[in-house]
């Protein structure tokens, strides 16, 4: 009976287990603090960076966990110009952006989304730019990106290169 009784209860702790598995739709995260927002573009600080640069914004490379090894992201691979002024990026084929109640993609990212990206934060002139007031694009003055993107490219609908106004060893680095 007891063999009996403990089989049973194991196989309901087992079947209860998947159960609630295969029904929970919601995330949950838990934070030292409150992030400031939930695009890394605008805030900068480390709540905000690992509460949506990681878990919700996908980069064109980024660093091996532990390390400071730059491997691919978004982009399966890139070649760096003799000069160190030109990265062209192949990036990953049927990468889908995240659907949600308000949004639901109707394409894989492209070279466009890439460049979007970057425009926003590189070109007053971009609409985006100023999305939200007072908005600093704080990471990416301070790297210096808008004096260092000379341009943007769409070399082919997968493929995005950028140009440089001058070589700079951490480009790489500080993309991931």
Not at 47 to 73: C, H, M, Q, W
Not at 106 to 127: G, K, M
Not at 136 to 149: G, H, K, Q, T, V
Not at 152 to 161: C, N
């Amino acid at each position: 009976m007891r063999k009996t009784l403990t089989s049973t209860l194991a196989l309901t702790a087992l079947f209860t287990g998947f159960a609630m598995t295969a029904e929970a739709k919601t995330l949950v995260y838990c934070s030292e603090g409150s992030p400031e927002g939930f695009d890394p573009a605008l805030y900068t600080a480390g709540t905000t960076f690992d509460a949506s640069s990681k878990p919700v914004y996908n980069r064109l490379v980024e660093f091996k966990r532990g390390t400071t090894e730059v491997i691919p992201g978004l982009a399966e691979s890139w070649e760096v110009s003799e000069d160190g002024t030109e990265y062209t990026f192949k990036l990953r084929e049927g990468v889908v952006l995240h659907s949600s109640d308000s949004f639901t993609p109707t394409r894989t990212l492209n070279a466009d989304d890439v460049i979007f990206s970057f425009e926003r934060q590189l070109d007053p002139e971009n609409p985006f730019h100023a999305y939200v007031e007072g908005a600093s694009w704080e990471y990416f003055n301070r790297m210096s990106l808008p004096d260092l993107i000379k341009s943007i490219d769409q070399v082919h609908d997968l493929t995005v290169k950028f140009v440089l106004n001058r070589a700079e060893a951490p480009f790489l680095a500080n993309l991931a």
